[in-house]
């Protein structure tokens, strides 16, 4: 059974950085896609970035392309999500998730594992 841990949410002022991380066990890693989602309150689940088994391929939602970086180390079995600029509208609960194919998705219906979400607040 796969299992996907985020971590390095946390509390930071418009204008900062976080880096979040997301590690897998349970499963080969390095064969399947990764994806980065978040959900705000009261909003509906929302793709962020997305990157295909190799690393060598990425994909970003219009809101946070040219701030945010994702990239994976299939060594460690970890996929990053560096957030830079961030924004009050950037505050939601992220989430990571496995793809069932080694292709990018950018649809969330394409990844059958999820971790349990780490809460990024951005303040004013």
């Known amino acids: 059974q796969v299992q996907l841990v985020e971590s390095g949410g946390g509390l930071v002022q418009a204008g900062g950085s976080l880096r979040l991380s997301c590690a897998a066990s349970g499963g080969t890693f390095s064969l399947y896609a990764m994806g980065w989602f978040r959900q705000a309150p009261g909003r509906e689940r929302e793709f962020v970035a997305a990157?295909?088994?190799?690393?060598?391929?990425?994909y970003y939602g219009d809101s946070v392309k040219g701030r945010f970086t994702i990239s994976r180390d299939n060594a460690k079995n970890t996929v990053y999500l560096q957030m830079n600029s961030l924004n009050p509208e950037d505050t939601a609960i992220y989430s990571c998730?496995?793809?069932?194919?080694?292709?990018?998705?950018?649809?969330?219906?394409?990844?059958?594992?999820w971790g349990q979400g780490t809460q990024v607040t951005v303040s004013t």
């Open positions: 990157i295909t088994w190799s690393g060598a391929i990425t």
């Open positions: 998730a496995q793809s069932q194919a080694a292709r990018a998705s950018l649809g969330e219906n394409e990844y059958a594992y």
